[in-house]
């Protein structure tokens, strides 16, 4: 070999070697580099009192992020059932779980669960489980004489398949297959808006629909509430109530000053009654209407739309107790009445309301 070619060939050789190399540490460092755990759902049932088969998660999250991931659900339900309740139209940056639900004409229902994977999480199973694969993913399924159970997780999540009817395979797996796996975002800000409550009837079985304020709105750092601009004529100024109604730990969390209890909830009492009014921030937990009378087939409660201060509101009157929600900017203002008032006394009251 001439020197001509022996300085070619090392000339080559070098750059073969340093990229020979590169990749031995690029591999070693991806070896070493810390892998998230893998999640899994371990069977405890020899562990666990319970007469049913019981499954924890394993390797799962130690603190559940906010707001939680949401994966989309398709809006078609499956072949026979009718969805009643919709994740995507509940989702808000509090949220601790999304659940879909469904019916069949029977009255039958299946309920669809999406919620942090958290480490130790535990799913109970009605009968032996087994297990079978769907689009990479394990499904841990069981199928009872009047339920059934499947459970998997993607990611950080972990979904649940609860049924009060027994589904085979085949069917769960079209639940399974409502969720769109290929990404999961916070949910969508979107303004406030009014849920519709009412009574369902599926056969012989009635699903009661709470009344709901849904959106997502952003929030500033220090919430500006709502409140009576003057007195009620005729009104004392009570101690104010103190509610639920605003998460204040949770807004505390997310570093919202939501300030003292007192700022959110004002009361005024006459002789004929109390008048009481609290803002809200949606959450989990914002069902409104929950002082109104129990509805029913035979029995609708009236929920008139009003317009107030040009606030969108639903308006319920009755004989001791009359209530009025508004939907503000980012608030929405709960106003309820404890005894007997007319629709326009209740609404002349509300007209006192601003910021």
């Not at 190399?21 to 991806?30: E, G």
């Not at 070896?31 to 069977?43: E, K, S, T, V």
């Not at 109104?292 to 107790?321: F, H, K």
Request: with cysteine; hydrophobic share 40%; proline share 6%.
């Amino acid at each position: 070999m001439t020197k001509t070619r022996k300085k070619k060939l090392l000339i080559f050789l070098i750059p073969a070697a340093v990229v020979v190399i590169a990749a031995v540490v690029v591999t070693v460092m991806l070896l070493n580099r810390p892998q998230p755990p893998q999640r899994y759902l371990q069977d405890i049932s020899a562990y666990d009192n319970s007469s049913e088969p019981v499954f924890v998660v394993q390797g799962g999250l130690e603190e559940a992020p906010v707001p939680l991931p949401q994966y989309h659900v398709a809006e078609t339900a499956p072949e026979g059932y009718t969805q009643v309740s919709f994740s995507a139209q509940t989702a808000n940056r509090f949220s601790y779980e999304y659940q879909d639900v469904y019916f069949t004409p029977a009255g039958d229902v299946v309920y669809l669960l999406q919620q942090p994977a958290g480490q130790n999480m535990e799913v109970g199973f009605p009968a032996q489980t087994q297990r079978a694969e769907f689009a990479g993913m394990e499904i841990i399924y069981a199928v009872g004489e009047d339920s059934s159970t499947a459970a998997w997780i993607w990611e950080d999540t972990l979904f649940t398949l609860n049924a009060h009817l027994p589904l085979n395979l085949e069917e769960m797996l079209a639940f399974v297959n409502l969720v769109d796996y290929s990404s999961a975002g916070a949910p969508q800000a979107r303004p406030l808006e009014f849920i519709e409550g009412g009574v369902l009837q599926f056969g012989n079985t009635l699903y009661s629909l709470y009344w709901t304020v849904g959106g997502n709105p952003q929030l500033p750092q220090t919430l500006d509430y709502y409140s009576f601009t003057q007195a009620p004529e005729g009104y004392t100024e009570t101690v104010s109530i103190t509610s639920d109604i605003l998460p204040a730990d949770l807004l505390a969390q997310q570093g919202i000053d939501a300030g003292d209890g007192s700022d959110w909830c004002q009361a005024y009492e006459s002789e004929n009654g109390t008048v009481t009014l609290t803002n809200g921030v949606v959450d989990d937990y914002s069902a409104v209407f929950g002082s109104v009378p129990y509805t029913s087939m035979d029995n609708p409660v009236e929920i008139e739309e009003v317009t107030v201060n040009g606030m969108e509101g639903r308006l319920y009157c009755g004989a001791e107790l009359s209530e009025l929600v508004l939907l503000g900017d980012y608030l929405y203002i709960d106003l309820t009445y404890e005894g007997s008032i007319s629709r326009e006394d209740f609404l002349q009251l509300a007209e006192l309301v601003g910021k």
